[in-house]
């Protein structure tokens, strides 16, 4: 069942292709061609006081009503559910799903006992479903105990949305042990199978797992890749040795890397067993499976750790022609924190590489906890690349803990004069090393000042994970000078800052300004009128990486904005020649910041746009965020189905490239987009 998440949102799509094929043929056109339709508009002012929305709820059109309830869904206003839940009994289907999915968005309980009235009397099988996710969303433990007394008598097919609901509802610390046995039956369905073990991951019951041991070993040998992972994961929690043989074995020789790497987590808890594992993992000719066995091994006490480990660390950092760059700086790392100060030299002969490798050599340096580390790490923090510099604060930071007053202040002294450098991820790094408690609270305190002073340029969008970090200074110490430029943050457009310049006066103050922070934001185009005609033009993209071609398709009727925004910056070439900065094993990958940092963006912001067909099944291709409506050009391959992001980032397209989306590490290029007709 490989790829079930996303052939459900296909069935999704042909099951309602009646229902939208006005939609599709009409509004859709609309919106790609001349003009954006008035709701989609209306939806990107977030903005429900003037009532234009709710007008088109009661519209005779069941296409205005679904799309107005979609509206209200990305805007995640509270408000509106009132207007919404009378909504839940439309005679339209379509209505009905869109209406539950906005009320989902909300997260508020008071929906939930209406979506549990309305479940078991819904025929249409995709309404009820969405009523079902939407409960997980907003339902309190009450609300899953009746879920769980009304899931069997629900169609079969109905089952895996109970067992993703189950999992909602863990991801938000609601259990029960009620529904996790109903998730252990649910593993004997072919259909549900990969979501109730997903639930039970989830879930992470070790007394349940022992309960139901002899049925999820043999899980590992299910045809499906993702049932497979999930149970490698779940076998975690177990004791028995024929699930820990189980777990070894499929972290060994499992066909698909990404069961391997699970497998490989889940060998830390198998303690001073997994060590001489983890060691021959490192050698794995599959990069993600070695660097899961390197982070793992880095987790392990230093006495489960074999002790001639040193030796064989040494060998990997020098071997360039065995081993890639990015399994040096892993084993660098932990060479640095089993040999400490003894490291230190070795660690300096690799300071003249490029700024990756190099940077992971500086983090290692930050390990070894040495104060012979400090020139070198000083000398670093001169350097001409923000990724350099930010390694060399963050370990600087590192080494200075629990040193005395004079070495912290030498610390601090150094880091400041950074700060003038206007660059975001060196100045998050100086920030956060002010926000470290580790440093005397005395010394901290001298460097507001110019915490204040550099505060005063900072501006949205661009700078909000700094503006955050920043703040978190400012409440960390209690700094009243900071208190005006709170207070004419709580009026910024971006409601992250909002939020935390309302929590970060509270701090300061112990007045509640929360309520001071509730504005609508502007919404500022990124684009000119003429080019919305390129929605209709362009329906995919080919993006050409130093490691393949990953061909993306886009969805431009769940998330039209946002699917303009990439068209518009490929036509520029914004990302040609950008690295991938971020990948997690069986995760992600993360591109498109021009400053290959994680900081960068394309210097303005677009809305969230969420969807209920927007499904995070493997090759999503979503945004990156740092919250809500902060998106601009970073975007995200997923390698698995990630249900936990669904609703929560904007899905622009798909692709199924995972062969070469597999093959992507940090510092893989982007070489080129080609837009497609």
């Not at 009994?89 to 309980?109: E, H, K, N």
Request: hydrophobic share 45%; net charge neutral.
């Amino acid at each position: 069942m490989k790829g079930v998440l996303f052939r459900t949102a296909s069935m999704k799509k042909l099951h309602i292709f009646v229902e939208f094929f006005i939609l599709l043929l009409g509004s859709y056109r609309m919106i790609g061609a001349q003009t954006i339709d008035s709701i989609t508009e209306l939806q990107n002012a977030r903005n429900v006081a003037d009532g234009k929305l709710y007008a088109y709820l009661h519209s005779s059109n069941p296409i205005e009503r679904s799309r107005a309830a979609l509206a209200l869904a990305n805007i995640q206003d509270s408000s509106s559910i009132p207007v919404l839940l009378p909504m839940l009994d439309d005679s339209i289907p379509m209505v009905r799903r869109s209406v539950a999915f906005a009320l989902g968005q909300t997260g508020r309980q008071e929906a939930a006992k209406y979506l549990i009235r309305r479940i078991p009397l819904d025929a249409d099988a995709m309404s009820a479903q969405e009523e079902i996710d939407a409960l997980a969303k907003c339902g309190n433990g009450e609300d899953l105990k009746t879920l769980i007394a009304i899931a069997p008598r629900l169609p079969g097919r109905i089952q895996r949305s109970v067992a993703l609901s189950i999992a909602r509802f863990a991801i938000r610390r609601i259990k029960d042990s009620l529904a996790t046995e109903y998730a252990a039956s649910l593993i004997g369905n072919s259909e549900s199978r990969p979501m109730a073990v997903y639930a039970l991951m989830r879930i992470a019951d070790s007394t349940s797992v022992a309960r139901h041991l002899a049925r999820f070993i043999p899980l590992m040998d299910d045809s499906s890749a993702e049932t497979r992972m999930w149970t490698g994961s779940l076998l975690s929690l177990a004791s028995d040795s024929l699930a820990r043989a189980a777990v070894v074995s499929h972290a060994v020789d499992d066909p698909d890397w990404r069961v391997r790497v699970n497998c490989v987590r889940a060998l830390k808890s198998q303690g001073e067993r997994a060590s001489r594992l983890l060691l021959s993992l490192v050698s794995d000719n599959n990069e993600h499976v070695a660097l899961t066995a390197f982070s793992l091994l880095s987790s392990l006490p230093e006495k489960y750790l074999p002790n001639n480990l040193a030796d064989d660390l040494r060998t990997i950092v020098t071997d360039s022609t065995k081993f890639t760059w990015r399994e040096r700086g892993e084993a660098a790392l932990l060479f640095a924190a089993v040999l400490k100060e003894r490291s230190v030299s070795l660690l300096c002969n690799y300071l003249k590489t490029e700024p990756l490798f190099r940077a992971k050599i500086i983090s290692a340096l930050g390990e070894t906890r040495s104060a012979k580390a400090i020139p070198a790490l000083q000398n670093e923090l001169r350097q001409s690349d923000s990724r350099v510099v930010s390694a060399a604060v963050q370990s600087y930071e590192n080494v200075i803990v629990n040193k005395d007053s004079a070495v912290q202040a030498e610390f601090t002294e150094k880091i400041l004069p950074l700060l003038a450098r206007r660059d975001l991820s060196v100045s998050f790094s100086v920030a956060s090393a002010f926000e470290d408690t580790a440093v005397r609270r005395e010394i901290r305190t001298q460097g507001l000042t110019k915490f204040v002073t550099v505060y005063q340029r900072l501006s949205t969008p661009e700078d909000v994970e700094v503006m955050v970090e920043f703040m978190n200074v400012f409440a960390g110490l209690k700094a009243e000078a900071a208190i005006p430029l709170l207070q004419r943050s709580l009026q910024d457009n971006d409601k992250v800052v909002r939020d935390a310049a309302a929590r970060a006066l509270h701090e300061i103050t112990g007045t509640d300004y929360a309520p001071s922070a509730a504005i609508s934001p502007e919404s500022k185009k990124f684009y000119k009128e003429e080019d919305l005609g390129l929605l209709e033009r362009y329906r995919s993209a080919s993006i050409l990486t130093s490691k393949g071609l990953i061909t993306i398709d886009f969805r431009p009727d769940e998330a039209p904005y946002t699917v303009l925004n990439f068209i518009v910056l490929a036509k520029k070439h914004f990302f040609d020649g950008l690295i991938f900065h971020r990948v997690v094993p069986n995760f992600v990958i993360q591109g498109g910041d021009p400053q290959g940092t994680g900081f960068g963006g394309p210097g303005y912001a677009i809305r969230t746009e969420v969807h209920p067909d927007a499904l995070y099944s493997e090759g999503a291709v979503g945004m990156a965020s740092a919250g809500k409506d902060t998106e601009g050009s970073q975007f995200f391959i997923t390698h698995c189905p990630t249900p936990h992001l669904d609703g929560r980032y904007s899905i622009f397209a798909y692709t199924k490239d995972l062969d070469v989306v597999g093959k992507i590490q940090v510092g893989d290029t982007i070489l080129s987009v080609t837009l497609s007709e």
